[in-house]
C-alpha cells in the first residue's frame, strides 16, 4: 500500500532517503501553462539541499531546448542537460539503439520537438511539419512516390495530424516490415490547463489498428528513458525517486526502473483510481496530494 | 471447410440455391475505380434469373444516392432502394433505435455520405465538412464552447481527420456519458485501386485509445444493416447469400445473420487466410476467385 504523506516528519525523511529526484512536468509542475502552487518554491528547497532535480517528460511536441524556454517563461529553474524528453530518447534509441544507417530516414509524424532532436542526432527526416504533408486535400496513392530510404516510422503527438500522413505512414509500415515502428510515448491523452486532448498514443492509434500491431514506445514507462539519462548522469536508483501524475506512465516507469515513487494528485490520476475496490494494480510507495506540499521543507536546515 | 467451386455444376447449384443476393462492393464488384472482371455479366445473369440483388457496404463516404452515381459510372445497373450503406444504417439506427430526441444533433466525424443520410432521416448535426472543423489550425480548448445539444458521435471514414474534429469528439464523449458513441463501420483498412489506406476504424482509433471504449459499431458485421435491409425486404435468410472479400466483416456478418456466404478472393483477404494452419476461423461456406467465374452460367435457360 502506498504511505500518505502528511507529517513534517514524512517529509524530511523523504529529503533524506532520495539525491536524485525526477519530476513528470505536465501534471506535477504545471497544467498547460498555469503552475502548480509552490512548484517553483519546492525545486528550490530540493537544489538548495544539493539534490539532483531532473525532468523526464513523454511529452514530444517540444525539443529539450525548447522545453527549457518553457520553464524559463513559467520561471521554473532549470537546465537544459537535466531535461529528459520522448523526442530526445526516440533520436538517441534510433542512432544508438537501432544504429539506423546514415543514408537512412526517419517518416514523422508528429511536431518540431521531434525534428529538433533527430537533427541534433544527426538522423534525416521526412514528414512532420513539412507543408507538403500538412494538407486536408485527398491523399491517394495513385500521386504518392513512396521514399525507399525510409527505415523508420515515428509517431508523436501531432496537431496537425491527418489522413495523408497516417496513410504515407501506414504504407512505409505496411510495404516493408523493416521499417520500425516507433513511438514517442503511448499516453491516451494530453493534459492543457482546459481540460484533457487527445495523446501521442490516440494519435498513432489509426497505425496500430490498421497495421494490427504495436510500435516500440519509448518514453515512460519504457525503460528506454532511463537508459538514455543513466548513460548521462550517475545515479544510485536506490536513492532516487520518480514524481508523477500518472501511474500507467510515470509510476510504472520508475517501477520499471528499480527506482521509488511519489505520485501527486494534481494531474490525471484520481484519488478513486488508488483507493477502494477498484484501485489500480500500479501502487506507488508515496502520495501526496501537490508537488506544493513539500513547501513544509522550507525552514528545514540543509544539515538536518 | 469451405467448398470450393469449380465446375459448371457447382455454380449451377448455387444460383439453384439462393433467391437473394448480397453483394458487398469494394473488392468484389470493383477496386477503387476499377471494375471486377465480369462483375457487370454476372449481376445481369442473376438478374436475369429473377434474383434479388442487393449492394451492402461499410463505405459511409458516399449517401445511396451519391454511391448509386457510382454505380452508374462504371456501367453497373443498381437501384437506390437497392442499396445499403453504413452510413444510411446508422442514420436509421439514430432515429428509429436510439430514438434520439428531434432537438439532438450528432457530431460527426466523416464525409458528406453521412450528412446525406443524417439529413434525409432528419437528424441535426455539426462537425462533419462544416470549415469551422476543417483546419489544421491548432485545436484550444479555451476558444471552444461545446454545443449542449450533441446526443451522439458518430464517426466513419474522413479522410480529412484532424486534431479538431478528434478533439471536439472526445470531449463530447468524456464529459457526458449519455452522448452514444457510434462508428459507421469499423474496416480497418480501405482499399483503393493503387492499394490500401486507413479505413473507418483507424479513423476512430484515437477515439477508442483515448476513451478506453468502443464504438457502437453499425456497419458490417454487426447485425444493424441486416435489420435495415430486412425493414425494406422480405426474404428468407435460407434462401439468400453474402459474396464478400472480408472473413471478419462479410462472411462473419452473413453467419451473424443466418446467411450462406460466399468469399472471393479479389479483395482484402488472400489465399494463406483460409487455408493451412493459419486460417481465420470465419469460414466461408463457399470460396470462389472472383465474382467473374458465375459468367459460367451465361448460357443457362432461366428455366433451369
Given at each position: 500500500?502506498a504511505?500518505?504523506?502528511?507529517?513534517?516528519?514524512d517529509?524530511?525523511?523523504?529529503?533524506d532517503?532520495?539525491d536524485?529526484?525526477?519530476f513528470?512536468?505536465?501534471?506535477v509542475?504545471w497544467?498547460g501553462?498555469r503552475?502548480v502552487?509552490?512548484?517553483?518554491e519546492?525545486?528550490?528547497?530540493?537544489?538548495h539541499?544539493?539534490?539532483?532535480?531532473?525532468?523526464?517528460?513523454?511529452?514530444a511536441?517540444?525539443?529539450?531546448?525548447?522545453?527549457k524556454?518553457k520553464?524559463d517563461?513559467?520561471?521554473?529553474e532549470?537546465h537544459v542537460?537535466e531535461?529528459?524528453?520522448?523526442a530526445?530518447?526516440?533520436a538517441v534509441?534510433i542512432s544508438s539503439?537501432?544504429?539506423?544507417p546514415?543514408?537512412?530516414?526517419?517518416y514523422?509524424?508528429?511536431?518540431?520537438?521531434?525534428?529538433?532532436?533527430?537533427?541534433e542526432?544527426g538522423?534525416?527526416?521526412?514528414?512532420g511539419?513539412?507543408?507538403?504533408?500538412?494538407t486536408?486535400?485527398?491523399?491517394?496513392?495513385?500521386?504518392?512516390?513512396p521514399?525507399?530510404?525510409?527505415?523508420a516510422?515515428l509517431v508523436?503527438?501531432?496537431?496537425?495530424?491527418?489522413y495523408?500522413k497516417?496513410s504515407?505512414?501506414?504504407?512505409?509500415?505496411?510495404?516493408?516490415?523493416e521499417?520500425?515502428?516507433?513511438?514517442?510515448?503511448e499516453?491516451?491523452?494530453?493534459?492543457t490547463?482546459?481540460g484533457l486532448?487527445?495523446g501521442?498514443?490516440?494519435v498513432g492509434?489509426p497505425?496500430r489498428?490498421?497495421?494490427?500491431?504495436?510500435?516500440?514506445?519509448?518514453g515512460k514507462?519504457?525503460?528506454?528513458?532511463?537508459?538514455?539519462i543513466?548513460?548521462?548522469?550517475d545515479?544510485?536508483?536506490k536513492?532516487t525517486?520518480m514524481v508523477g501524475?500518472r501511474l500507467?506512465?510515470?509510476i510504472?516507469f520508475?517501477k520499471?526502473?528499480?527506482l521509488?515513487t511519489l505520485l501527486?494528485l494534481t494531474?490525471i490520476?484520481k484519488?478513486?483510481?488508488?483507493?477502494?475496490?477498484?484501485?489500480?494494480?500500479?501502487?506507488?510507495?508515496?502520495?501526496t496530494?501537490?508537488?506544493?506540499?513539500?513547501?513544509?521543507?522550507?525552514?528545514?536546515?540543509?544539515?538536518?
Amino acid at each position: 500500500m502506498a504511505t500518505r504523506l502528511s507529517t513534517q516528519t514524512d517529509y524530511e525523511n523523504l529529503l533524506d532517503k532520495y539525491d536524485t529526484w525526477l519530476f513528470d512536468c505536465d501534471g506535477v509542475l504545471w497544467e498547460g501553462d498555469r503552475l502548480v502552487e509552490g512548484a517553483i518554491e519546492v525545486l528550490q528547497i530540493l537544489r538548495h539541499h544539493k539534490k539532483s532535480v531532473m525532468f523526464v517528460t513523454n511529452n514530444a511536441t517540444k525539443s529539450r531546448k525548447s522545453y527549457k524556454t518553457k520553464f524559463d517563461k513559467l520561471g521554473v529553474e532549470a537546465h537544459v542537460d537535466e531535461i529528459y524528453g520522448s523526442a530526445f530518447a526516440a533520436a538517441v534509441y534510433i542512432s544508438s539503439v537501432m544504429k539506423m544507417p546514415k543514408d537512412k530516414k526517419v517518416y514523422v509524424i508528429g511536431m518540431s520537438g521531434i525534428e529538433e532532436e533527430l537533427q541534433e542526432e544527426g538522423i534525416s527526416f521526412i514528414g512532420g511539419t513539412d507543408p507538403i504533408d500538412n494538407t486536408l486535400q485527398p491523399f491517394s496513392l495513385a500521386g504518392w512516390t513512396p521514399d525507399p530510404s525510409v527505415g523508420a516510422v515515428l509517431v508523436g503527438l501531432d496537431t496537425s495530424i491527418n489522413y495523408t500522413k497516417l496513410s504515407k505512414a501506414f504504407n512505409y509500415l505496411l510495404r516493408d516490415s523493416e521499417v520500425a515502428f516507433l513511438a514517442t510515448n503511448e499516453d491516451s491523452t494530453y493534459p492543457t490547463a482546459e481540460g484533457l486532448l487527445p495523446g501521442a498514443g490516440s494519435v498513432g492509434a489509426p497505425l496500430r489498428y490498421s497495421l494490427g500491431r504495436d510500435p516500440i514506445s519509448i518514453g515512460k514507462p519504457a525503460g528506454t528513458m532511463l537508459d538514455c539519462i543513466k548513460a548521462k548522469h550517475d545515479f544510485d536508483p536506490k536513492r532516487t525517486i520518480m514524481v508523477g501524475d500518472r501511474l500507467n506512465t510515470d509510476i510504472q516507469f520508475g517501477k520499471n526502473g528499480g527506482l521509488s515513487t511519489l505520485l501527486v494528485l494534481t494531474g490525471i490520476t484520481k484519488e478513486s483510481e488508488i483507493t477502494g475496490p477498484n484501485a489500480s494494480p500500479v501502487v506507488p510507495d508515496y502520495v501526496t496530494k501537490s508537488i506544493g506540499d513539500l513547501r513544509v521543507l522550507k525552514n528545514l536546515s540543509t544539515s538536518s
